[in-house]
Protein backbone atom coordinates (compact mmCIF):
# COMPACT_ATOMS: atom_id res chain seq x y z
CA UNK A 1 0.00 0.00 0.00
CA UNK A 2 0.94 3.68 -0.65
CA UNK A 3 -0.23 5.92 2.12
CA UNK A 4 0.71 9.55 2.33
CA UNK A 5 0.58 9.80 6.00
CA UNK A 6 4.05 7.31 5.83
CA UNK A 7 6.32 10.06 4.48
CA UNK A 8 5.90 8.83 1.21
CA UNK A 9 7.50 10.98 -2.44
CA UNK A 10 5.47 10.81 -5.81
CA UNK A 11 7.48 11.82 -8.68
CA UNK A 12 5.63 11.99 -11.76
CA UNK A 13 8.20 13.07 -15.02
CA UNK A 14 10.56 14.00 -12.13
CA UNK A 15 7.57 16.65 -11.21
CA UNK A 16 7.20 16.18 -7.56
CA UNK A 17 3.10 15.49 -6.81
CA UNK A 18 3.81 13.97 -3.09
CA UNK A 19 1.56 16.71 -0.96
CA UNK A 20 -1.89 15.39 -3.68
CA UNK A 21 -0.97 11.45 -3.04
CA UNK A 22 -4.58 10.15 -1.63
CA UNK A 23 -4.13 6.61 -1.60
CA UNK A 24 -2.28 4.04 -3.94
CA UNK A 25 -1.55 0.37 -4.11
CA UNK A 26 0.94 -2.02 -5.73
CA UNK A 27 0.94 -5.94 -6.33
CA UNK A 28 2.77 -8.41 -8.12
CA UNK A 29 2.23 -11.63 -9.82
CA UNK A 30 3.05 -14.41 -8.16
CA UNK A 31 5.74 -16.92 -9.57
CA UNK A 32 4.00 -19.71 -9.13
CA UNK A 33 1.59 -18.69 -11.73
CA UNK A 34 3.59 -16.70 -14.42
CA UNK A 35 7.28 -16.75 -15.42
CA UNK A 36 7.02 -13.02 -16.60
CA UNK A 37 6.46 -11.42 -12.95
CA UNK A 38 4.46 -7.91 -13.44
CA UNK A 39 3.62 -4.98 -10.96
CA UNK A 40 0.51 -3.20 -11.29
CA UNK A 41 -1.52 -1.21 -9.30
CA UNK A 42 -2.88 2.62 -8.88
CA UNK A 43 -3.11 5.93 -7.43
CA UNK A 44 -4.76 8.67 -7.06
CA UNK A 45 -4.36 12.49 -6.35
CA UNK A 46 -6.61 14.83 -5.38
CA UNK A 47 -6.83 18.33 -2.94
CA UNK A 48 -6.73 20.47 -6.38
CA UNK A 49 -7.87 21.09 -9.80
CA UNK A 50 -4.14 21.39 -11.14
CA UNK A 51 -3.94 17.50 -10.71
CA UNK A 52 -6.40 17.40 -13.44
CA UNK A 53 -5.08 15.99 -17.26
CA UNK A 54 -7.97 15.80 -18.94
CA UNK A 55 -6.37 16.07 -22.35
CA UNK A 56 -3.51 13.86 -20.88
CA UNK A 57 -0.99 16.35 -21.73
CA UNK A 58 0.92 16.72 -17.91
CA UNK A 59 0.31 12.75 -17.65
CA UNK A 60 0.51 10.80 -20.70
CA UNK A 61 0.06 7.09 -21.48
CA UNK A 62 3.85 5.56 -20.37
CA UNK A 63 4.52 8.77 -18.27
CA UNK A 64 7.22 7.15 -15.53
CA UNK A 65 6.19 7.51 -11.94
CA UNK A 66 8.72 7.10 -9.22
CA UNK A 67 8.05 6.22 -5.43
CA UNK A 68 10.25 6.83 -2.69
CA UNK A 69 10.14 6.37 1.38
CA UNK A 70 11.43 9.40 3.40
CA UNK A 71 13.76 7.60 5.95
CA UNK A 72 14.50 8.28 9.68
CA UNK A 73 17.48 9.79 8.77
CA UNK A 74 15.67 12.15 6.10
CA UNK A 75 17.38 10.56 3.15
CA UNK A 76 14.44 9.32 0.21
CA UNK A 77 14.68 5.59 -0.65
CA UNK A 78 12.84 3.90 -3.69
CA UNK A 79 10.10 1.53 -2.89
CA UNK A 80 11.02 -2.23 -4.44
CA UNK A 81 8.54 -0.90 -7.21
CA UNK A 82 8.81 2.52 -6.67
CA UNK A 83 9.63 2.41 -10.81
CA UNK A 84 6.65 2.46 -12.58
CA UNK A 85 4.20 3.75 -15.91
CA UNK A 86 1.07 5.51 -16.18
CA UNK A 87 -1.02 3.03 -18.06
CA UNK A 88 -4.55 4.97 -17.85
CA UNK A 89 -6.09 7.65 -15.99
CA UNK A 90 -9.59 8.95 -14.89
CA UNK A 91 -10.73 11.91 -13.51
CA UNK A 92 -13.42 13.00 -10.86
CA UNK A 93 -14.32 16.49 -11.34
CA UNK A 94 -16.44 16.48 -8.41
CA UNK A 95 -13.95 15.39 -5.85
CA UNK A 96 -11.46 16.47 -8.20
CA UNK A 97 -9.14 13.40 -8.33
CA UNK A 98 -7.49 11.89 -10.73
CA UNK A 99 -6.74 8.32 -10.12
CA UNK A 100 -3.99 6.28 -12.33
CA UNK A 101 -3.39 2.93 -13.57
CA UNK A 102 0.38 1.77 -13.16
CA UNK A 103 2.21 -0.87 -13.87
CA UNK A 104 5.92 -1.87 -14.62
CA UNK A 105 7.59 -1.98 -18.05
CA UNK A 106 6.59 -5.84 -18.57
CA UNK A 107 2.71 -5.10 -17.73
CA UNK A 108 3.36 -2.23 -20.16
CA UNK A 109 4.97 -4.30 -22.63
CA UNK A 110 2.18 -7.10 -22.02
CA UNK A 111 -0.62 -4.55 -23.29
CA UNK A 112 1.23 -3.65 -26.39
CA UNK A 113 2.60 -6.61 -27.59
CA UNK A 114 2.15 -5.56 -31.14
CA UNK A 115 4.26 -2.17 -30.80
CA UNK A 116 7.45 -3.90 -29.41
CA UNK A 117 8.42 -7.40 -30.81
CA UNK A 118 11.81 -6.22 -30.98
CA UNK A 119 12.08 -5.25 -27.01
CA UNK A 120 10.38 -8.97 -26.67
CA UNK A 121 12.78 -10.79 -28.99
CA UNK A 122 15.79 -8.72 -26.92
CA UNK A 123 14.27 -10.58 -23.85
CA UNK A 124 14.07 -14.12 -25.26
CA UNK A 125 17.73 -13.93 -26.65
CA UNK A 126 18.82 -11.95 -22.81
CA UNK A 127 17.19 -14.37 -20.42
CA UNK A 128 16.93 -17.85 -21.94
CA UNK A 129 19.66 -20.39 -21.53
CA UNK A 130 21.88 -20.83 -24.87
CA UNK A 131 21.05 -24.95 -24.83
CA UNK A 132 17.50 -23.71 -24.25
CA UNK A 133 17.04 -21.58 -27.11
CA UNK A 134 19.30 -24.21 -29.05
CA UNK A 135 16.64 -27.13 -28.29
CA UNK A 136 13.77 -25.83 -30.06
CA UNK A 137 12.83 -24.29 -33.16
CA UNK A 138 11.47 -20.78 -32.53
CA UNK A 139 9.22 -19.35 -35.49
CA UNK A 140 7.58 -16.67 -33.16
CA UNK A 141 9.11 -14.30 -30.97
CA UNK A 142 6.35 -13.24 -29.13
CA UNK A 143 5.08 -13.49 -25.00
CA UNK A 144 3.57 -16.78 -25.71
CA UNK A 145 7.28 -18.29 -26.87
CA UNK A 146 8.99 -16.33 -23.85
CA UNK A 147 6.42 -17.43 -21.41
CA UNK A 148 7.39 -20.93 -22.46
CA UNK A 149 10.79 -20.98 -22.55
CA UNK A 150 10.97 -19.03 -19.07
CA UNK A 151 9.00 -21.88 -17.22
CA UNK A 152 11.38 -24.91 -19.52
CA UNK A 153 14.67 -23.22 -17.89
CA UNK A 154 12.36 -22.76 -14.89
CA UNK A 155 13.00 -18.91 -14.75
CA UNK A 156 11.05 -15.51 -13.96
CA UNK A 157 11.46 -12.39 -15.09
CA UNK A 158 10.83 -9.16 -12.89
CA UNK A 159 11.15 -5.87 -12.64
CA UNK A 160 13.59 -4.32 -9.72
CA UNK A 161 13.56 -0.96 -8.07
CA UNK A 162 15.49 1.05 -10.89
CA UNK A 163 13.31 -0.35 -13.52
CA UNK A 164 15.66 -2.71 -14.60
CA UNK A 165 13.98 -6.09 -15.87
CA UNK A 166 16.20 -9.04 -14.23
CA UNK A 167 15.64 -13.10 -14.01
CA UNK A 168 15.40 -15.97 -11.18
CA UNK A 169 15.18 -19.19 -10.75
CA UNK A 170 11.83 -20.11 -10.28
CA UNK A 171 10.26 -22.86 -8.06
CA UNK A 172 10.92 -26.38 -9.18
CA UNK A 173 10.49 -30.15 -8.71
CA UNK A 174 12.91 -29.79 -5.45
CA UNK A 175 11.98 -26.26 -4.15
CA UNK A 176 9.09 -24.81 -2.51
CA UNK A 177 5.97 -25.72 -3.76
CA UNK A 178 7.78 -28.79 -5.94
CA UNK A 179 5.07 -31.56 -4.45
CA UNK A 180 2.08 -29.39 -4.21
CA UNK A 181 -0.65 -31.07 -6.91
CA UNK A 182 -4.27 -29.61 -7.98
CA UNK A 183 -6.69 -29.87 -4.86
CA UNK A 184 -9.34 -32.32 -4.97
CA UNK A 185 -12.42 -34.13 -2.76
CA UNK A 186 -10.57 -36.97 -1.45
CA UNK A 187 -13.52 -37.77 0.81
CA UNK A 188 -16.42 -36.21 2.16
CA UNK A 189 -16.19 -37.88 5.64
CA UNK A 190 -14.73 -35.16 7.59
CA UNK A 191 -13.01 -38.03 9.69
CA UNK A 192 -11.11 -39.08 6.54
CA UNK A 193 -10.75 -36.05 4.77
CA UNK A 194 -7.30 -34.95 3.29
CA UNK A 195 -7.78 -31.79 0.85
CA UNK A 196 -10.97 -30.28 -0.06
CA UNK A 197 -12.24 -28.13 -3.12
CA UNK A 198 -15.04 -28.19 -5.39
CA UNK A 199 -14.79 -30.45 -8.49
CA UNK A 200 -15.59 -28.23 -11.67
CA UNK A 201 -18.77 -27.05 -9.64
CA UNK A 202 -19.81 -30.31 -9.47
CA UNK A 203 -20.10 -30.30 -5.63
CA UNK A 204 -22.42 -27.08 -4.25
CA UNK A 205 -21.58 -27.24 -1.02
CA UNK A 206 -18.24 -28.75 0.92
CA UNK A 207 -18.35 -29.88 4.26
CA UNK A 208 -19.01 -27.88 7.18
CA UNK A 209 -16.34 -29.35 9.36
CA UNK A 210 -12.90 -31.32 9.15
CA UNK A 211 -11.53 -32.62 11.95
CA UNK A 212 -7.46 -32.77 11.47
CA UNK A 213 -5.44 -35.41 13.14
CA UNK A 214 -1.30 -35.83 13.49
CA UNK A 215 1.13 -37.85 15.05
CA UNK A 216 4.44 -37.21 16.08
CA UNK A 217 7.09 -39.08 17.25
CA UNK A 218 9.16 -37.07 19.90
CA UNK A 219 12.76 -38.41 21.12
CA UNK A 220 13.08 -38.36 24.92
CA UNK A 221 16.16 -36.91 25.64
CA UNK A 222 18.69 -39.00 28.02
CA UNK A 223 20.23 -37.76 31.34
CA UNK A 224 23.28 -36.89 29.29
CA UNK A 225 21.77 -34.73 26.83
CA UNK A 226 19.50 -32.73 30.16
CA UNK A 227 22.77 -31.78 31.25
Do not use: W
Not at 76 to 87: D, E, F, M, N, V
Not at 180 to 192: C, G, I, M, P, Q
Amino acid sequence: MINSTGKVRVFINEVDYSDFLVEGSIADDSAYTSTIITSSGSMKLAGSSSVLDFNKNAFPIGSHVSIFVTLSNGNLAKLPRGSLLILGSTIDIKEPSITFELGCTLKYLTAREANYESEIEDLIETFIPQNIKESFVVEEKDLSTLTNLLDIAGLVIFQNSAGTIQKAKRFGNDGLGGNVDDAKLVSFDKFTTIDVNTIGGSIEELPSSILVKANTEIQKLSDEDDD
